[in-house]
């Protein structure tokens, strides 16, 4: 293992886990305002994680079959999105010094394994994800993308609750 030199400090490696929601955006302005210092070398690595596009089969009694130009239509809106939400996030540290090495990377797949297996190939030392603030119920049908990495992920995982608006 390298040693570090006196005085030189080692950068951490923090994954953020954005997604068109507010609440990753909240999550990333959180991060870069109270975890990165700004005179560190931290290394900052964007990750979202394109959902699979739903397999129809022709065989499933759905009838729903979709011509070529559709799936194309589809995949191209799905890579706008991405786009969008790296564009955005990467907006966000704008204002970051040079010393901060900012990463983005889109995975397709489930954002749960999606961000555990980043998390773990990388070996990040933090993942830092925002929290939909699901009730039981919706919590029970549509999983918890946070607290499944929160279980799984061998790192700390910082989960940044958006405050409720007082409007």
């Given amino acids: 293992m ?3 030199a006196a005085g030189e400090r080692k950068g951490r490696k923090i994954l953020v886990a954005v997604d068109e929601g507010e609440e990753s955006g909240y999550a990333l302005r959180w991060c870069l305002n109270n ?3 700004q005179d560190s070398k931290d290394a900052l690595v964007l990750l979202f994680a394109k959902p699979p596009r739903p397999v129809y089969s022709a065989l499933d009694g759905s009838g729903y079959l979709f011509s070529a130009d559709i799936l194309e239509t589809m995949e191209r809106y799905s890579n706008e999105v991405a786009d969008q939400v790296m564009e955005k996030a990467k907006n966000s540290c704008a204002g970051l010094n040079d ?10 797949g489930d954002p749960r394994d999606v961000i555990c297996q980043v ?3 990388l070996n990040v030392d933090l993942v830092v994800m925002g929290s ?4 039981l119920i919706k919590r029970a049908f549509l999983g918890s993308v946070s607290n499944h990495c929160a279980q799984n992920l061998k790192c700390p995982v910082l989960i940044v609750k958006k405050p409720k608006s007082h409007d």
């Fill in 2 to 4: 390298a040693e570090v």
């Fill in 35 to 37: 975890i990165v210092n």
């Fill in 99 to 108: 010393d901060i090495k900012v990463e983005t990377k889109v995975v397709n």
């Fill in 119 to 121: 998390a773990e190939r």
């Fill in 132 to 135: 939909h603030g699901y009730g």
